[in-house]
């Protein structure tokens, strides 16, 4: 149970919660939702007690364990198995005073205990939640220490996930992630057994792992029932319905004040007018749901496309020193092809995406690259490049020196930095803010491939459509490295996965890769008795031998197929005749919305008998 009643909480001027209540259902999984910088990592400081609101109170369930992904990653000499380990508290201090305990009574109560919470199969749990953010049995044996800072982020995620506290609070824990570990993580909050409340921006996510949205906007908590998509259907039909009701008390409020204005002076009517005067003073009027506009990102396109291939790979290898990353590089990439690159972190997508930049150089093979090729590469890392003291301006002022502050100004706009928001120094810009800077300077000059490792980190889910948009507007080749599978499938045509040390095209698409992803991989059969290959073999014979076909009797059921399908697609002419009638809804709606419904029976027994008909010509060519 979590109650949220009546909180109001200001930061600095900035009213974030507007004396707002919501009460989450217990063990319901919901994404928590609302544009970046709305409020709610403050909120979830407020649920942990960090913080406390102006007015209203936030009520839990008694003896309830709130878990999240502690602020500074684990660094210690402890394994990884230990740390995620240690984080069964209960468990960790029942095996301490285990070790201490004289009275037989009270030994006997830890080991019920350890039983009862399944103390003895912790270590297999905490190796499996481990396995699937990304670490192999030997990684989990090093130290924390060992790890860089993105790494150990996830061992952080590891032990809170492995504690599985009554109320688990997420904050974009797919930022620590790739897409493998996305998968992971969708597929293990899908099955989480109590209340989690995971603030996110992965469409994907949100689709396949929640069973509620809550929805921050202009400081009020609303709830949702059902995945993202439904969010948005339910709110857009919520939309619809205030604008309606808005204009209905407009409408009224202009009748009420012309009776007013129009009687108020007569004696015979001032009563009735007074009565007025204090209905429109009651009337409350009808908030309205308002989108703020998000601004594009600016990916201009080459002025001049190169002829393909601009990128020509023959047994190509490549690392860093001596040690080779990667090898058997056999790859050609066109002046428009969008490659989605999949593969664990660790594997070599960013070394590969930096051969393909000329970041780094083939230590073998043959590489080929056009003369007058032009790169855009935007990498998280890379936004510790951004100098914190200089402001939008300046950073485009430094690309243009001979541009006048008018048209300096005017592309800072494009990008997304109108008016003062360009002068705005960088230490003072959100982690998104930054990354559309680095992404409008990476495509400044309208290259002909655009490099993308990772680019939707600190993005909002409408700054992430926003960013598609760009991605599929701009018209030079494409490398996207990404774990939102929403922006690879809407982005992507073709997918290459990094693994095993090389780089190759990946046959399939990402259902596939998902599929295995978390099944891993193929087990090989077991081997089968003679007897089992004999009886194979002969029912192989058996299914091999000529049968005779009834080639009469099946052109007799294509004729019948395809005279349904006649019959059917007359019958849905007359209907849409009917329903094309300009007075068809307003002379007699119930009959127009029989008419509507009996269109769609009609239209699907069409395409069963589309089906049946293609079938059935499928069998009696092969049969002829």
Same mark, same amino acid.
């Not at 109650?3 to 930061?11: A, C």
């Not at 290259?447 to 459509?465: F, V």
């Given at each position: 149970?979590?109650?949220?009643?009546?909180?109001? $909480?200001?930061?600095g001027a900035r009213l974030l919660?507007?004396?707002?209540?919501?009460?989450?259902?217990?063990?319901?999984?919901?994404?928590?939702?609302?544009?970046?910088?709305?409020?709610?990592?403050?909120?979830?400081?407020?649920?942990?007690?960090?913080?406390?609101?102006?007015?209203?109170?936030?009520?839990?369930?008694?003896?309830?364990?709130?878990? !999240?992904?502690?602020?500074?990653?684990?660094?210690?000499?402890?394994?990884?198995?230990?740390?995620?380990?240690?984080?069964?508290?209960?468990?960790?201090?029942?095996?301490?005073?285990?070790?201490?305990?004289?009275?037989?009574?009270? =030994?006997?109560?830890?080991?019920?205990?350890?039983?009862?919470?399944?103390?003895?199969?912790?270590?297999?749990?905490?190796?499996?939640?481990?396995?699937?953010?990304?670490?192999?049995?030997?990684?989990?044996?090093?130290?924390?220490?060992?790890?860089?800072?993105?790494?150990?982020?996830?061992?952080?995620?590891?032990?809170?996930?492995f504690a599985e506290p009554d109320?688990?609070?997420?904050?974009?824990?797919?930022? $620590?992630?790739?897409?493998?570990?996305?998968?992971?993580?969708?597929?293990?909050?899908?099955?989480?057994?109590?209340?989690?409340?995971?603030?996110?921006?992965?469409?994907?996510?949100?689709?396949?792992?929640?069973?509620?949205?809550?929805?921050?906007?202009?400081?009020?908590?609303?709830?949702?029932?059902?995945? $993202?998509?439904?969010?948005?259907?339910?709110?857009?039909?919520?939309?619809?319905?205030?604008?309606?009701?808005?204009?209905?008390?407009?409408?009224?409020?202009?009748?009420?004040?012309?009776?007013?204005?129009?009687?108020?002076?007569?004696?015979?009517?001032?009563?009735?007018?007074?009565?007025?005067?204090?209905?429109?003073?009651?009337?409350?009027?009808?908030?309205?749901?308002?989108?703020?506009?998000?601004?594009?990102?600016?990916?201009?396109?080459?002025?001049?496309?190169?002829?393909?291939?601009?990128?020509?790979?023959?047994?190509?290898?490549?690392?860093?020193?001596?040690?080779?990353?990667?090898?058997?590089?056999?790859?050609? =990439?066109?002046?428009?092809?969008?490659?989605?690159?999949?593969?664990?972190?660790?594997?070599?997508?960013?070394?590969?995406?930096?051969?393909?930049?000329?970041?780094?150089?083939?230590?073998?093979?043959?590489?080929?690259?056009?003369?007058?090729?032009?790169?855009?590469?935007?990498?998280?890392?890379?936004?510790?490049?951004?100098?914190?003291?200089?402001?939008?301006f300046r950073h485009v002022a430094?690309?243009?020196?001979?541009?006048?502050?008018?048209?300096?100004?005017?592309?800072?706009?494009?990008?997304?930095?109108?008016? !003062?928001?360009?002068?705005?120094?960088?230490?003072?810009?959100?982690?998104?803010?930054?990354?559309?800077?680095?992404?409008?300077?990476?495509?400044?000059?309208?290259?002909?491939?655009?490099?993308?490792?990772?680019?939707?980190?600190?993005?909002?889910?409408?700054?992430?459509?926003?960013?598609?948009?760009?991605?599929?507007?701009?018209?030079?080749?494409?490398?996207?490295?990404?774990?939102?599978?929403?922006?690879?499938?809407?982005?992507?045509?073709?997918?290459?996965?990094?693994?095993?040390?090389?780089?190759?095209?990946?046959?399939?698409?990402?259902?596939?890769?998902?599929?295995?992803?978390?099944?891993?991989?193929?087990?090989?059969?077991?081997?089968?008795?003679?007897?089992?290959?004999?009886?194979?073999?002969?029912?192989?014979?058996?299914?091999?031998?000529?049968?005779?076909?009834?080639?009469?009797?099946?052109?007799?059921?294509?004729?019948?197929?395809?005279?349904?399908?006649?019959?059917?697609?007359?019958?849905?002419?007359?209907?849409?005749?009917?329903? !094309?009638?300009?007075?068809?809804?307003?002379?007699?709606?119930?009959?127009?919305?029989?008419?509507?419904?009996?269109?769609?029976?009609?239209?699907?027994?069409?395409?069963?008998?589309?089906?049946?008909?293609?079938?059935?010509?499928?069998?009696?060519?092969? !049969?002829?």
């Open positions: 149970m979590l109650h949220i009643n009546d909180v109001t $909480y200001r930061l919660f507007d004396h707002t209540s919501v009460a989450l259902p217990p063990d319901g999984r919901i994404g928590f939702v609302g544009r970046n910088g709305t409020g709610k990592t403050t909120l979830f400081r407020m649920i942990q007690g960090e913080l406390s609101g102006e007015s209203g109170t936030i009520t839990i369930g008694r003896g309830m364990r709130i878990g !999240a992904v502690a602020q500074e990653a684990p660094s210690g000499p402890e394994t990884l198995l230990e740390v995620v380990l240690a984080a069964a508290t209960e468990r960790a201090a029942l095996l301490a005073e285990a070790e201490t305990a004289t009275d037989p009574a009270r =030994i006997a109560e830890i080991q019920i205990r350890l039983v009862d919470i399944e103390a003895h199969a912790a270590p297999a749990r905490a190796a499996s939640v481990l396995h699937g953010l990304g670490f192999d049995s030997e990684a989990q044996a090093r130290p924390c220490s060992s790890f860089s800072g993105g790494w150990r982020m996830r061992v952080a995620l590891a032990a809170v996930l109320l688990l609070l997420l904050d974009e824990p797919t930022n $620590y992630l790739d897409l493998e570990g996305t998968l992971w993580l969708m597929e293990y909050l899908a099955r989480y057994p109590h209340m989690a409340l995971v603030i996110s921006h992965d469409r994907d996510l949100l689709n396949q792992s929640v069973d509620h949205i809550l929805h921050l906007d202009q400081g009020k908590l609303n709830l949702y029932r059902g995945s $993202y998509d439904n969010f948005e259907k339910q709110r857009a039909e919520k939309q619809a319905l205030q604008l309606k009701l808005k204009k209905k008390q407009e409408d009224e409020r202009r009748h009420l004040q012309a009776f007013v204005d129009r009687f108020k002076a007569k004696a015979s009517k001032a009563r009735q007018a007074q009565s007025r005067v204090k209905r429109l003073e009651k009337m409350a009027p009808v908030a309205t749901i308002i989108d703020s506009d998000v601004l594009p990102f600016d990916m201009p396109s080459p002025e001049r496309p190169l002829a393909p291939p601009i990128i020509a790979m023959d047994d190509v290898s490549t690392g860093y020193g001596d040690k080779a990353i990667l090898k058997r590089l056999n790859l050609v =990439i066109a002046d428009d092809d969008r490659i989605g690159l999949l593969g664990s972190n660790g594997n070599g997508k960013s070394t590969f995406a930096k051969l393909i930049a000329g970041k780094l150089t083939a230590m073998g093979g043959t590489f080929r690259r056009s003369s007058k090729l032009k790169v855009g590469y935007f990498a998280q890392h890379q936004l510790d490049e951004l100098s914190e003291a200089a402001s939008p430094d690309r243009m020196p001979d541009g006048t502050e008018a048209k300096i100004r005017a592309r800072c706009a494009r990008m997304g930095f109108p008016g !003062a928001k360009a002068d705005t120094p960088v230490a003072r810009l959100s982690g998104g803010e930054k990354a559309r800077l680095m992404m409008g300077l990476a495509a400044f000059e309208g290259p002909h491939m655009l490099i993308l490792d990772e680019p939707t980190n600190h993005l909002d889910i409408d700054s992430r459509l926003a960013l598609m948009e760009a991605i599929n507007d701009y018209e030079g080749a494409v490398i996207l490295i990404s774990h939102d599978r929403f922006l690879i499938e809407a982005c992507a045509d073709r997918l290459w996965l990094v693994n095993n040390g090389t780089v190759a095209p990946f046959d399939g698409d990402l259902e596939l890769y998902r599929q295995l992803v978390l099944d891993g991989p193929a087990k090989p059969p077991a081997p089968k008795s003679e007897q089992k290959l004999a009886q194979e073999a002969a029912q192989k014979a058996k299914d091999a031998a000529p049968r005779k076909v009834d080639l009469a009797g099946l052109r007799r059921k294509i004729d019948a197929a395809a005279a349904k399908m006649d019959k059917f697609q007359t019958l849905i002419t007359k209907i849409d005749q009917a329903l !094309a009638a300009p007075d068809a809804f307003s002379r007699d709606p119930s009959k127009a919305a029989t008419l509507s419904a009996q269109r769609g029976e009609v239209q699907r027994a069409l395409n069963a008998a589309e089906e049946e008909w293609l079938s059935l010509s499928e069998q009696l060519e092969a !049969a002829s």
